[in-house]
Nanobody, 115 residues
Framework: QVQLVESGGGFARPGGSLRLSCAASGFTFSNAFMSWHRQSPGKEREVVAFIGTPEITTYADSVKGRFIISRDNVKKMVYLQMNDLKLDDTAVYYC?????????WGQGTQFTVSP
């Protein structure tokens, strides 16, 4: 059974930092492309960061230089380090896995940036 479980959401101040985590199970993690997406109220879900295999990364322009995606193939984890946070970073953040044997989403974790 494929599972993606996000954690680490909550609150942060503008300019602050926070790290989101996603624990994966039920598929061959090292073969899967992993990504973080987010959805704000009234907006479509958008991709924030992507990490492939090998670990080539891409980022949305809105987070480039502030967010860092990484993965640990031994622990089957993917992380999103978020720095220099802005109010517009407020959203539900979702973990996604895409690969030869999996296309799956996590349940999402709410993250709010507030003064």
């Amino acid at each position: 059974q494929v599972q993606l479980v996000e954690s680490g959401g909550g609150f942060a101040r503008p300019g602050g930092s926070l790290r989101l985590s996603c624990a994966a199970s039920g598929f061959t993690f090292s073969n899967a492309f992993m990504s973080w997406h987010r959805q704000s109220p009234g907006k479509e879900r958008e991709v924030v960061a992507f990490i492939g295999t090998p670990e080539i990364t891409t980022y949305a322009d809105s987070v480039k230089g502030r967010f860092i995606i990484s993965r640990d193939n031994v622990k089957k984890m993917v992380y999103l380090q978020m720095n220099d946070l802005k109010l517009d970073d407020t959203a539900v953040y979702y973990c996604n896995a895409s690969g030869p044997e999996v296309i799956s989403w996590g349940q999402g974790t709410q993250f709010t940036v507030s003064p």
